[in-house]
């Protein structure tokens, strides 16, 4: 793992926060430091321990996200932390990484030995039930990562593809009553990125002001800490939804480019080790293959979905950038991620 990729890139992060609020700063670099601690031991500790033990760390952090949705931690309307008083732990942002082991395991031992439709349904509910709580909280952006993740790894997985059209089918049938279900404000998001000139000062706002504020710092930026949109607030979420945004106004687009070459390395990384596990035969080797290939699907996700809602080109949804967004329990579950890559 090139580890100066992800310290590049967390560098870019940090230095965007020192600009926008030095508070935030002080406690993302604890957080960074603790990550990267977290990282470099369990390099050495290796991967078995949690792969082995995946069931239960499955079933560890459901719980988590039950007595999140139960007693969690309200801000703007969302239940996705809780508050132990020091830092707000993110349930949803940590299980990821267990999410991708415990189905790596359980898409190449069980589904070898008994590829049924009773055994699809069995796994299919495994991703059911933490989509449904992570989508009530509510948390469309990080419930369709889940998505995506659970949908990537069933294509590669050894089971039948008549079981994907299965599912393709019921995505067709229930998104009418996904719709139905959604929060207002969520529908708002949507119809107001189809037309952002259908409530300028209400749902498209965010959007709208997020390319100003990439527009207005040009080439080079206006300076660390100089943005006006960012630094005065006229961009709301400044440093977590759209902190990709506050980055470009602060650096311009000299420095938005060094940031994508940063996640285009990671991205290449990623690439090679699936490629490389996906051409090696033994049984252990494919659930490898399939571990490399959610961590990939993990950081695409969720860095295509964040760009894209900066610079306008698709809805808002609140999800953060890896190592650049504010947030402790992203960047620790993001490397921990990466410390368990074989």
């Known amino acids: 793992m090139n580890i100066f990729s992800l310290i590049f890139l967390s560098v870019f992060g940090l230095f965007n926060l020192f600009g926008l609020s030095q508070d935030l ?7 960074l430091i603790i990550g990267f601690f977290v990282f470099f031991i369990l390099k050495s500790i290796g991967s ?8 239960f760390f499955y079933w560890f952090f459901i719980v988590i996200l039950i007595i999140t949705f139960i007693v969690g931690f309200e801000v703007k309307g969302s239940k996705r932390w809780l508050n132990f008083f020091l830092f707000n732990f993110q349930g949803s942002e940590f299980f990821k990484v267990f999410f991708i082991l415990f189905l790596a395991e359980i898409l ?24 449904i709580i992570i989508f009530k909280q509510p948390d469309l952006g990080n419930a369709m990562v889940y ?43 949507i119809l107001s990125f189809i037309n952002p000139h259908l409530d300028v000062q209400g749902a498209a706002y965010n959007m709208i002001q997020s390319v100003i504020t990439i527009g207005s710092g040009m080439f080079f930026g206006r300076g660390l800490g100089l943005g006006t949109q960012s630094r005065l607030f006229f961009l709301p979420e400044n440093t977590t939804d759209f902190a990709f ?3 470009i106004e602060q650096f311009g687009f000299f420095g938005g480019f060094f940031v994508l070459i940063f996640f285009t390395t990671i991205t290449i990384y990623l690439v090679k080790r699936t490629i490389y596990f996906y051409y090696q035969k033994p049984r252990d080797d494919q659930k490898k293959f399939l571990y490399c290939l959610g961590m990939l ?28 967004s504010y947030g402790g329990s992203s960047v620790i579950a993001l490397l921990i991620g990466f410390a368990l890559i074989p």
Do not use: C, E
Not at 48 to 55: M, Q, V
């Open 25 to 31: 700063f002080v406690r993302q670099l604890i957080f």
């Open 48 to 55: 078995h321990f949690f792969r082995i033990n995946s069931k």
């Open 108 to 131: 190449t031992v069980k589904n070898i030995l008994s590829n049924t439709f009773f055994n699809f349904v069995k796994i299919f509910l495994y991703f059911l039930i933490p989509f």
């Open 147 to 189: 998505f995506f993740i659970f949908f990537v790894l069933l294509i590669f997985s050894s089971f039948s593809k008549k079981y994907l059209g299965y599912l393709i089918g019921l995505i067709i049938i229930f998104t009418p009553v996904g719709w139905l279900i959604m929060k207002d404000y969520q529908r708002a998001r």
């Open 245 to 247: 945004a506050s980055l």
């Open 297 to 324: 699907t993990y950081f695409i996700s969720q860095t295509i979905i964040n760009l894209g809602m900066n610079m306008g080109i698709m809805p808002v949804a609140g999800i953060t950038l890896p190592f650049i």
